[in-house]
């Protein structure tokens, strides 16, 4: 089966970076994404890597190491509303396009 | 283009009770999905339709029945509803080809 380790929880202040890391263990790994839910809200898609290396999208970036199981989400120069639930994903348990989700990390932001 | 909707919003019923989640998706989508999120429990599948006609069970289908009604619509049905059933129910919709999903508002469900 599939199982993704993640941080419970991060704090951080306004403008500054902050890395939420991702592990997982799954048989034939197909590429791990990133989703942000906001409280009382939806789960909306972050970011998706398949192949190693960091993707970015504006102030957010992802990185995949396939060989060390590993991943992270880089937020730069946080703001408030960046206070959120992120969790990362692969795709898993049953195969077609479903989604493991790790627990979730809740990040605060303070001023 | 409303995305994925679900009705209704919240919903408390008892012990015993039945009721049906509904999901619809204008985005012309063949997969959608069925999760349920407890605290600290992050998402878990209940079951999914990888297209019109079909249905799998995921991670946590005891308790559940789905329908998918036609390409836009899948819906989630409680026959006999339990307090462990209580949580968050977020229907999910997929583009061929990806691994995007696109979630609905939600349904908060409690059971007494």
């Known amino acids: 089966g599939q199982s993704l380790e993640q941080p419970s929880e991060v704090t951080a202040v306004e403008g500054a970076i902050v890395q939420i890391n991702c592990t997982y263990q799954?048989?034939?790994?197909?590429?791990l994404s990133w989703y942000q839910q906001h409280d009382g809200g939806a789960p909306t898609f972050l970011s998706y890597?398949?192949?190693?290396g960091l993707e970015e999208t504006g102030r957010f970036s992802s990185f995949l190491s396939r060989s060390d199981s590993y991943g992270y989400l880089l937020l730069q120069e946080l703001q408030m509303k960046d206070s959120a639930s992120y969790f990362c994903?692969?795709?898993?348990?049953?195969?077609?396009?479903?989604?493991?989700f790790g627990k979730g990390t809740m990040l605060l932001v303070s001023p | 283009n409303a995305g994925v909707t679900q009705t209704p919003k919240f919903q408390v019923l008892k012990t015993g009770q039945s009721m049906t989640l509904q999901c619809a998706q204008d985005?012309?989508?063949?997969?959608m999905y069925w999760y349920r999120q407890d605290p600290g429990m992050g998402l878990r599948l209940i079951y999914y339709?990888?297209?019109?006609?079909?249905?799998d069970k995921g991670e946590v289908p005891n308790g559940y029945n789905v329908s998918r009604l036609n390409k836009r619509e899948f819906s989630l049905r409680l026959e006999s509803a339990a307090p462990s059933q209580t949580s968050v129910y977020f229907c999910?919709?997929?583009?061929?080809?990806?691994?995007?999903?696109?979630f609905g508002p939600g349904t908060r469900l409690t059971v007494l």
């Open positions: 985005m012309n989508h063949n997969s």
């Open positions: 799954t048989s034939g790994f197909y590429g």
């Open positions: 994903a692969v795709r898993g348990y049953s195969g077609y396009s479903t989604l493991t």
């Open positions: 999910a919709s997929v583009a061929g080809g990806t691994d995007t999903q696109y």
């Open positions: 339709s990888a297209s019109e006609g079909t249905t």
């Open positions: 890597n398949a192949l190693d």
